[in-house]
Nanobody, 122 residues
Framework: QVQLVESGGDSVQAGGSLRLTCAAS????????KGWFRQAPGKSREGVAA??????YYPSSVKGRFTISQDTAKNTVYLQMNDVKPEDTAMYYC?????????????????WGQGTQVTVAS
């Protein structure tokens, strides 16, 4: 079992930056697939970043603005969000473990956190 706790969500002006943090505990591994997803009201949950070994994955909507990283010593995964836009407003979830061949697919992950809210004002 893996427990995930997200933090760092906030309200921010468009063009600003945020860093989300995901603290993992339990049966963790530095080589496991890690990801960040988001879900806006009325929309499906979408992958915005993933990390597997030395590779990172992003959809075109956030590429160049979002960066995923991990601190293996702290068992923590980060999502640095720069130049945020109103359309980035959503609940953000950390996800862990699963099928690394589908890093941005919700169904590829085994464990999920409770989420942290990000709101971007125009």
């Amino acid at each position: 079992q893996v427990q995930l706790v997200e933090s760092g969500g906030d309200s921010v002006q468009a063009g600003g930056s945020l860093r989300l943090t995901c603290a993992a505990s339990g049966d963790t591994s530095k080589d496991s697939l890690k990801g960040w997803f988001r879900q806006a009201p009325g929309k499906s949950r979408e992958g915005v970043a993933a990390f597997y070994r030395e590779s990172t994955y992003y959809p075109s909507s956030v590429k160049g603005r979002f960066t995923i990283s991990q601190d293996t010593a702290k068992n923590t995964v980060y999502l640095q969000m720069n130049d945020v836009k109103p359309e980035d407003t959503a609940m953000y979830y950390c996800a862990y473990g699963g099928d690394w061949s589908r890093p941005l697919s919700r169904s590829a992950y085994s464990y999920w956190g409770q989420g942290t809210q990000v709101t971007v004002a125009s």
